[in-house]
C-alpha cells in the first residue's frame, strides 16, 4: 500500500518587465540542469497576471504537486505570490545570486532585493509559502535548496490529503494523549473517530479470509528466530488484514490514512492477543498505528514517515538510566552525562528493522494485571528487543488543551548500550535532556508520547511546522540560552 505521496517538483522563473526576461530564463535553465534528479522546467517566464494564470497551468498539466517559484532577478511582487495563491501545493521561493562580477551592469538581477519585497506581499495576502534559511543562491545552491524542499513538501501534500482513523476511546489514566481535534480540521486534515466495538466487529469478519495463511507465512519470514509465540500469529494476521480493509473502505475523499488505536487492557480479553507486532509491521510500510488512541502521536508519526520514506515508532518518554549502567556503559565512552540520557519505551509497535533483534513475546505487565496466574495467552503480540544504535529525532506535534498548536524537536542518538529490559526500548542520549525534560516537556505540559525518526531530520521537522503556523516549537536549548521559566540562581 502505498501511503505517501510522491513528489513531481516544477520550477517557474518570474521576471520583474524593467529586467532582462532573458536573464530571468537562462537562470532558470541553470537551475533546472543542475537539480539532478528531475524537475519540470516551465518555459513560460512570468512578468504579469496573464503569464502568471499560463504557468500555473502549464506546471499542473505536468502533474507538478510541489513548485519553486524562482527569482532569476528582482521578480514582478505581485504576480510572483499569485502563483502562490493559485497553485494546489506547496511552493518555495528562492533567488538568484549575482553570476559574476563582469556583469553588474547589463547582467545584474537584483533578485536578492526581489525577494524582500517578495515576502511582504506574501505577508500581505496571507499566503502560505517555504522560503529556505538563506534563500539565494547560485543554481548549484539553489539545487540543494530544491532536495531539501521535496520532503517538507511530501509532508505537506501528505497532511493535506490525510484521514486519522481511531478507535476509542483512550484507557482510563491516559487522559495526556487527548487534545481537541479542531486543529487538526484547520490542518486539512479529517478524522473518523470510531468505538472500539466497531474496530472488534471488522476483526470477526476476518475469521475465515483465506489470505491469512499468506500474511502467516510473511510474519514468519520476517520474524525468522524470532517467531517465539506461533501460535498467535493467525489471530494477528487476522487482525492486520481487518486494518488493511478498514483503511481501504474508509479512505472516503482523502488518500492517505493512519490510525489511532485502542490497545489495552479491554483489546485483550476481548479479541485475545496484544496488537503490538501488527502495528509495528503497519508502521515498517508507511502506516503508523499511535497506541491509546493518541491521535496527535499518529500524526507526529506520519510527518516523520513523510520526510524519511523510512519506518518511525512512538515510544514512552519512560524511566532514568540507572547509574550503575551509566558507569558501566556511557561514562566516559559517550559525550553524554547521566541527565542527558534516558530510555525509550513501547510495549512492542517498533518496526523489526529497527531493532538490533526482534521477538514475539507477551506483554510483561499486562500479564500482570491480566492473567498473573497462568501461561501467557491474551497478553502475547508485543515485538520486543532493543532498538537500533544511531542517530534519532525525537519529536512531537501537539493540539493544547486550550485549541491550539505547539511542538518539540530533539536530535540525539540511540546508544549501544543493552538495556537489560523488556519491550521496544533503547537507551537515548539527548544534549540537555535533563533541562528540556524539565522546561519543555514538564513546563510545557507535553504527554508521554514522542514520535522516533531514525535520522537527524529536525531540520525538515521544523520547516514543515513552520510552514504549517505552528507558533511555538521548543528544542533542547543549550545551557548557555536560558528556559524562560529556568531559575537563573539555581
Not at 537562462?26 to 528531475?38: C, E, F, I, L, T
Request: net charge negative; aromatic share 10%; hydrophobic share 40%.
Amino acid at each position: 500500500m502505498n501511503n505517501i505521496p510522491v513528489v513531481k517538483p516544477g520550477i517557474i522563473s518570474v521576471s520583474r518587465d524593467c529586467f532582462p526576461i532573458e536573464l530571468s530564463a537562462q537562470r532558470r535553465s541553470a537551475v533546472a540542469a543542475a537539480y539532478k534528479s528531475g524537475i519540470y522546467e516551465c518555459k513560460i517566464t512570468v512578468e504579469n497576471e496573464v503569464d502568471m494564470l499560463k504557468a500555473v497551468e502549464d506546471v499542473k498539466a505536468a502533474g507538478v504537486n510541489a513548485l519553486v517559484v524562482f527569482l532569476g532577478n528582482f521578480g514582478p511582487e505581485t504576480s510572483e505570490v499569485l502563483i502562490a495563491k493559485n497553485f494546489d501545493g506547496p511552493v518555495m521561493f528562492v533567488a538568484a545570486a549575482e553570476d559574476a562580477s563582469d556583469k553588474l551592469i547589463n547582467g545584474r538581477g537584483d533578485a536578492y532585493c526581489g525577494m524582500l519585497n517578495c515576502s511582504y506581499n506574501l505577508g500581505l495576502r496571507n499566503i502560505k509559502a517555504f522560503i529556505p534559511e538563506y534563500p539565494v543562491g547560485t543554481p548549484a545552491d539553489i539545487a540543494k535548496m530544491i532536495a531539501e524542499f521535496i520532503p517538507v513538501a511530501r509532508a505537506l501534500i501528505a497532511i493535506s490529503k490525510l484521514k486519522i482513523i481511531s478507535f476509542g476511546p483512550r484507557p482510563q489514566d491516559f487522559l495526556a494523549c487527548n487534545a481537541p481535534i479542531k486543529q487538526l480540521f484547520n490542518l486539512g486534515i479529517e478524522i473518523q473517530e470510531n468505538s472500539e466495538l466497531d474496530l472488534l466487529v471488522q476483526f470477526h469478519a476476518k475469521k475465515d479470509d483465506p489470505r491469512i495463511p499468506s500474511v502467516i507465512a510473511d510474519m514468519e519470514k520476517e520474524l525468522g528466530d524470532g517467531n517465539k509465540m506461533p501460535g498467535i500469529l493467525p489471530k494477528l494476521a487476522q487482525y492486520e488484514l481487518a486494518l488493511l480493509d478498514i483503511i481501504e473502505k474508509n479512505k472516503g475523499c482523502k488518500e492517505y490514512v493512519v490510525l489511532a488505536n485502542k490497545c489495552w487492557p479491554a483489546f485483550q480479553t476481548e479479541f485475545g492477543f496484544v496488537p503490538c507486532y501488527v502495528n509495528s509491521r503497519m508502521a515498517a510500510r508507511g502506516i503508523p498505528v499511535s497506541c491509546e488512541v493518541d491521535i496527535y502521536g499518529a500524526l507526529s508519526e506520519y510527518i516523520g514517515t513523510c520526510i524519511t520514506e523510512g519506518a518511525v515508532t512512538l515510544l514512552d518518554i519512560n524511566n532514568s538510566v540507572p547509574a550503575d549502567m551509566y558507569e558501566k556503559s556511557i561514562k566516559g565512552k559517550f559525550d553524554y552525562t547521566l541527565k542527558d540520557t534516558f530510555m525509550g519505551f513501547h510495549c512492542g509497535n517498533t518496526p523489526i528493522c529497527c531493532l538490533n533483534k526482534g521477538e514475539i513475546k507477551y506483554q510483561l505487565i499486562m500479564r500482570r494485571l491480566l492473567e498473573p496466574d497462568t501461561e501467557p495467552d491474551i497478553s502475547r503480540g508485543t515485538l520486543e528487543g532493543d532498538i537500533k544504535a544511531g542517530n534519532i529525532t525525537f519529536y512531537r506535534l501537539q493540539g493544547t488543551a486550550e485549541g491550539g498548536l505547539k511542538a518539540y524537536i530533539a536530535q540525539g542518538e540511540v546508544l549501544p548500550v543493552a538495556t537489560q529490559s523488556f519491550g521496544g526500548i533503547g537507551v537515548f542520549a539527548i544534549k540537555e535532556m535533563g533541562r528540556f525534560y524539565r522546561h519543555v516537556l514538564i513546563a510545557d505540559r507535553y504527554p508521554h508520547h514522542g514520535a522516533v525518526a531514525f535520522g537527524h531530520v529536525g531540520k525538515a521537522i521544523f520547516d514543515i511546522l513552520t510552514y504549517l503556523g505552528v507558533p511555538k516549537i521548543s528544542y533542547n536549548q543549550p545551557c548557555c540560552l536560558p528556559y524562560p521559566t529556568e531559575n537563573p540562581f539555581k
